[in-house]
T-cell receptor
Framework: DAKTTQPPSMDCAEGRAANLPCNHSTISGNEYVYWYRQIHSQGPQYIIHGLKNNETNEMASLIITEDRKSSTLILPHATLRDTAVYYCIVGSSSGYALNFGKGTSLLVTP | DAGVTQSPTHLIKTRGQQVTLRCSPKSGHDTVSWYQQALGQGPQFIFQ???????QRGNFPDRFSGHQFPNYSSELNVNALLLGDSALYLC??????????????FGPGTRLTVL
């Protein structure tokens, strides 16, 4: 699986959009981009995934660049409950291991 | 519908002892994966079970072993505990032939402290 690079930490004001970047320059053609988050003292939670096209669900939007070498997770209106560590993961659809890195620690402030 | 459950929530052991952690998957799921999360790090994959067989294994020594039962629940066993085994152990379940992408549902974890 390809490796990912994320900033270690970011801040966002409550109510504003949080844009979390991820670089995955070695991604292969059949690999998906997954985002999970982990709120303190809980297990990770699936947010969204994408292959080539931009995706949106009730939690977030995922923007993938045309060359697929980077992506951005967007939380459109961040709340205090969105404070968590966000993991960008590249992998197949096969259901095998998720290769977590260190993620981005997002702090949403009042 | 209960999600993924794990027991116990906390555990304290001493070096050299053995420990067994338990996991019940989300209803309808047939695949269980185990992860180890050291403080300040992301979860690291230990192994995955499907149809009572180990399907994939991460870079962990043989001291780490597992089992999946016919009801899809799973156990993680760690022998000859080391101080470095202190971590949060996470169980995740999924449906192998499910939605076509790798969505895993995680339990709250078991916090293991080795003294």
């Amino acid at each position: 699986d390809a490796k990912t690079t994320q900033p270690p930490s970011m801040d966002c004001a409550e109510g504003r959009a949080a844009n979390l970047p991820c670089n995955h320059s070695t991604i292969s053609g059949n690999e998906y981009v997954y985002w999970y988050r982990q709120i303190h003292s809980q297990g990770p939670q699936y947010i969204i995934h994408g292959l080539k096209n931009n995706e949106t669900n009730e939690m977030a939007s995922l923007i993938i660049t045309e060359d697929r070498k980077s992506s951005t997770l967007i939380l459109p209106h961040a709340t205090l409950r969105d404070t968590a560590v966000y993991y960008c993961i590249v992998g197949s659809s096969s259901g095998y291991a998720l290769n977590f890195g260190k993620g981005t620690s997002l702090l949403v402030t009042p | 519908d209960a999600g993924v459950t794990q027991s116990p929530t906390h555990l304290i052991k001493t070096r050299g002892q053995q420990v067994t952690l338990r996991c019940s998957p989300k209803s309808g799921h047939d695949t269980v994966s185990w992860y180890q999360q050291a403080l300040g790090q992301g979860p690291q994959f230990i192994f995955q079970y499907y149809e009572e067989e180990e399907r994939q294994r991460g870079n962990f020594p043989d001291r780490f072993s597992g089992h999946q039962f016919p009801n899809y629940s799973s156990e993680l066993n760690v022998n000859a505990l080391l101080l470095g085994d202190s971590a949060l152990y996470l169980c995740a379940s999924s449906l192998l032939a499910g939605v076509g992408y790798n969505e895993q549902f995680f339990g709250p974890g078991t916090r293991l402290t080795v003294l």
